[in-house]
C-alpha cells in the first residue's frame, strides 16, 4: 500500500504561485501512477495533472495547461504541483493520489490511495 501526505496550501492572491508537496511511503513508489486533483466548492473532484511511473510523462487539465508543472522525485519519494497565475476560481481541496498500477487515467475512481487534501484559496 501506499500513504501519501500533502502540504503546500494556502492562502494566496490571484495571479501568485503555490507549490504543494506530495510525500509518499510504502512500496514501490517509482512504479505507481500519480495525479494531483482538486474538488471545488460545490463540484466533484476533477484532475489537474497526471505523471506516469517514473515521471516519463505527464497530462494535464486543459485549463491548467501552461501554469501548472507536475513532476516527481523517485530518489525521495515526492509528487510537485507548481502552479503559477492563480485564478480564484481555482479555490479547491488539492490532493494526490496513487494508483496501485503502473498507470491511470483522468477518473478519480481509477486511484486507489488519497491524502488527505491540502486546501487552496485564491483571493481577488
Known amino acids: 500500500q501506499v500513504q501519501l501526505v500533502e502540504s503546500g496550501g494556502g492562502l494566496v492572491q490571484a495571479g501568485g504561485s503555490l507549490r504543494l508537496s506530495c510525500a509518499a511511503s510504502g512500496r514501490t513508489f517509482s512504479g505507481n501512477a500519480m495525479g494531483w486533483f482538486r474538488q471545488p466548492p460545490g463540484k466533484e473532484r476533477e484532475v489537474v495533472a497526471l505523471?506516469?511511473?517514473?515521471?516519463?510523462?505527464?497530462d494535464y487539465a486543459d485549463s491548467v495547461k501552461g501554469r501548472f508543472t507536475i513532476s516527481r522525485d523517485n530518489a525521495k519519494n515526492t509528487v510537485h504541483l507548481q502552479m503559477n497565475s492563480l485564478k480564484i476560481e481555482e479555490t479547491a481541496g488539492y490532493y494526490c493520489a496513487a494508483s496501485r498500477w503502473y498507470y491511470a487515467g483522468r477518473l478519480a475512481r481509477e486511484y486507489d490511495y488519497w491524502g488527505q487534501g491540502t486546501q487552496v484559496t485564491v483571493s481577488s
Open positions: 505523471i506516469s511511473r517514473y515521471g516519463s510523462s505527464t
